[in-house]
């Protein structure tokens, strides 16, 4: 039988009605002849809750632990729902990570899908199951421990399910009805998109676009799992939601695809460190040891053998930050005057394939925000993005402004 991924994220799954729904939504898959995995996330706010009551007790916390407590919130969705889908006369069955079981590295708080074998689940699909709900997010490191995959990372294990079931398509249900050119919550004139090219989906994503965890469009890329983003709140139809692509299905789009945020920047200097061969690897080798992510990076002008070296990081990982420079220094290995950390910054970016062949892109964008009188902190660019840090009170008119300059609100 054709199989399909379907799932839910946490405001699909917040209650038992809302639990209800999303099974009715499977029924109608398992009535066209699809095998299902359902692929759970934990009910809203369940996750955040646990994340404060670890951070509570240990602001340090060990990662192990971390996820032996994160990971529970799906652990109850995955149950009510098969639950659920029993009430319905529909042969369902749950699965946490580790019964599946999915493999992954034992980086513990961040850990990566290494491989999900498919034995168990095809054996029961065999003897006539007809859905398996899976408790997203989750996995099983090769000492035996519970692992997590990053927030929002139950998108990742849909998409990780897909490619290893082959399955025909991943569907996304979530509290919005597909992608959009920007957040709507900030920009009314925003426009959601029919489809939009693994590659602009991964830009947006990695820039705070939270509508699917960045990772997740990695594989679905890597393994060309066409992945459709849809509300669990309208209307089933097939038109629905937004179809995540190869550049090659997609037969017009604008230069620029979509304007990305992301509110929780910090802004870190280290105020006069010598200027010399390797000094670049003693202050990142010793972040990236921390877990600090580790985005912009800087190193202003030198004088006299010394310079300032600028980096951003999201501001949950300040502290984090500050020790492993602290750290250092005692050690020896860096000097510096100071470290400044400025956390009233945001990064706003414009993202389109288009951008590969159309010069110009920077200059609009740098323009559009001058008449706004905003000042741009720290640039940097790809392919197909611009980037800039800049005060996080502008955000919104930045956001406005740019959807505005690049006239979003109308499709090529
Ligand atoms: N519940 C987890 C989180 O909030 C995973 C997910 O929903 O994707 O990050
Ligand atoms: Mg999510």
């Known amino acids: 039988m054709p199989r399909l991924v379907m799932k839910f994220g946490g405001t699909s799954v917040a209650n038992l009605d809302r639990i209800r729904n999303a099974a009715e939504r499977v029924r109608l898959e398992v009535e066209k002849g699809y095998d299902v995995i359902v692929i759970v996330s934990a009910m809203s706010g369940k996750t955040n809750e646990l ?17 032996a407590v994160v990971s529970a919130g799906e652990n109850v969705t995955a149950g009510l729902m098969a639950l659920t889908l029993q009430e319905m006369n529909i042969s369902a069955r749950s699965w946490q990570g580790w019964q599946v079981p999915v493999q992954t590295t034992d980086a513990y708080a961040n850990a990566r899908i290494e491989e999900i074998p498919c034995k168990n689940l095809k054996e029961k699909f065999g003897e006539g199951m007809r ?23 139950s998108d990742t294990t849909a998409v990780a399910f897909a490619a290893a079931f082959d399955a025909e398509r991943c569907d996304i249900y979530t ?76 037969m017009e789009s604008n230069v620029v695809a979509g304007i990305a945020y992301s509110r929780d920047e910090a802004k870190m200097t280290l105020i006069s460190v010598a200027d010399r061969p390797g000094i670049a690897a003693a202050i990142f080798g010793p972040l990236s040891k921390a877990g600090v992510n580790v985005d912009m990076i800087v190193q202003n002008i030198s004088e006299d053998g010394r310079t300032d070296m600028t980096f951003s990081c999201p501001t949950n990982q300040v502290l984090r930050a500050e020790k492993a420079m602290q750290d250092a220094k005692e050690n020896g290995n860096i000097n510096f005057h100071k470290l400044v950390a400025d956390e009233a910054v945001a ?30 902190k720290v640039i940097t660019t790809s392919e197909i993005k611009i980037s800039v840090l800049i005060e996080r009170k502008y955000m919104e008119l930045a956001v406005q402004t740019l959807h505005d300059a690049f006239e979003l609100n109308k499709a090529v």
């Open 131 to 153: 859905v398996a709900v899976v408790a997203g997010f989750q996995g099983v490191s090769p000492q035996g421990r519970v692992t997590t995959l990053g927030r929002g990372g």
């Open 347 to 376: 990064k706003v970016s414009v993202v389109g394939i288009g951008m590969r062949s159309h010069a110009g892109v920077a200059a609009q964008m740098f323009e559009a925000l001058h008449t706004e009188g905003i000042n741009i």
């Open 175 to 250: 509290d919005v009805d597909g992608v959009y050119t920007t957040d709507p919550r900030i920009s009314e004139k925003a426009r959601k998109l029919d489809k939009i090219a693994f590659e602009e989906m991964l830009e947006l994503a990695s820039l705070g676009a939270k509508v699917l965890q960045t990772r997740s469009v990695e594989l679905a890329m890597r393994f060309n799992v066409r992945v459709r983003v849809l509300s669990s709140f309208e209307e089933p139809s097939d038109e629905a939601g937004t179809l995540v692509c190869a550049e090659e299905e997609i």
């Open 51 to 67: 994340v404060g009551w670890v951070n509570e007790i240990s602001p340090l916390y060990d990662a192990r632990e971390y996820d």
